[in-house]
């Protein structure tokens, strides 16, 4: 099926600005090209990476002006050549570090993974970065197994929510930092709340005095060598982010680079533990073998979804046309669970 354009609602991030000068503009999308697929969005995240994004934080983010929106679902509207055209009218998920926040999206046909049946399109948005994170740090650098103990630092958060149930599927006993307002949240997912404004260190003893076979930790600064320090013998430790500094000033990768040196360090150490900073995009220039992974997991993740396994996390939903409420929205912290964006009614 082809089509010659497309007017397409975006969200232009123009430069570091607060939420409310996100920009609503609109564009021409041409028809899909050889390998590609033209999505209109149905749903797209508001994460962290947006927020360190408008602040010009993000490790690897582009010049600006850009389109935000590191993930999305929706359904193929139309192909280009070489692309199977029965894909037309499927509903998908991709992965996109920027883009997302568009009512239409022109992507690789290679990128894109199938959402099963059923599956609301807000609810299935809530598990593809987070979903994708929470299962490659659980399954392929942890290799976390049934009868383990692990530390999920922000538990109520989007990677967090996802890595509790996750682990908890797998048969691992979870303990989980979060709020004393969000214990109650954490408990019903499966974990042991821990009051992170507390004595975590203390906290964590006190429920697994040998340590913990396993922490995943989105914080960074001065707090990662607490959450090194709680790990058992042969125990792993993964760092995905760095939280603690967002907002501190100066050049935003250095952060980055002091924590990934200490892990390394900590590595070569005889101490028998482990430790590796998750990057979601590590990995990519193999690129079949990234997206087969990718693929993988996802769909893996999706269908635990779908089959009632795993529990969307949604906080709030705005249309696509009000993403500036909905970025202060996330950054305020004043809802539970993963601020989504909608499609604005046609």
């Known amino acids: ?28 999308i041409a028809a899909p090209g050889r390998g590609q697929a033209l999505v209109r969005v149905e749903a797209s995240g508001v994460s962290f990476a947006e927020q360190q994004m408008r602040r010009g934080k993000y490790y690897d983010q582009p010049a600006y002006p850009f389109v935000p929106g590191y993930d999305l679902v929706g359904t193929v509207a139309a192909v280009g050549e070489g692309v199977d055209a029965g894909l ?5 998920a991709a992965l996109t570090k920027i883009g997302g926040w568009s009512s239409h999206a022109l992507l690789d046909a290679a990128d894109l993974v199938p959402v099963p049946a059923g599956l609301d399109p807000a609810d299935a948005e809530t598990f593809v ?17 049934a009868g383990q ?10 990677v967090g929510s996802t890595l509790v149930q996750l682990a908890r ?19 019903a997912l499966g974990a042991e709340p821990v009051d992170y404004r507390g004595d975590i260190v203390a906290q964590v003893r006190a429920l697994a005095p040998e340590g913990v076979d396993a922490v995943f930790d989105h914080v960074g600064g001065a707090g990662i060598v607490d959450s090194f320090g709680l790990l058992a013998d042969g125990g792993t430790l993964v760092s995905y982010g760095t939280a603690a500094t967002k907002d501190d000033a100066g050049n935003s990768r250095l952060p980055v680079l002091k924590l990934i040196g200490r892990l390394l360090w900590w590595n070569a150490l005889p101490n028998g533990r482990h430790t590796h900073f998750y990057n979601i995009w590590a990995g990519k220039r193999r690129l079949a073998k990234f997206r087969t992974q990718l693929a993988e997991d996802l769909g ?5 979804a779908a089959q009632g396994e795993l529990t969307a996390q949604v906080g709030a939903r705005f249309p696509l046309s009000q993403a500036a409420q909905a970025l202060a929205t996330a950054e305020s912290h004043s809802v539970t ?3 989504v964006l909608v499609a604005d009614p046609r």
């Open 129 to 145: 970065v987070n979903g994708i994170t929470a299962w490659q740090m659980l399954h392929r650098i942890a290799k976390v197994r």
């Open 337 to 339: 669970g993963k601020v």
């Open 1 to 28: 099926m082809s089509i010659k354009t497309t007017t397409a609602l975006e969200i232009v991030l123009p430069g570091e600005v607060e939420p409310e000068g996100l920009l609503v503009t609109h564009r021409e």
């Open 149 to 158: 103990t692990v530390l999920v630092h922000g538990a109520n958060g989007g």
């Open 300 to 304: 893996a993740v999706l269908a635990l």
């Open 169 to 187: 599927l797998a048969g691992a006993r979870v303990i989980g930092t979060a709020s004393a307002r969000n214990a109650e949240q954490v408990r």
């Open 88 to 92: 037309v009218g499927t509903r998908v």
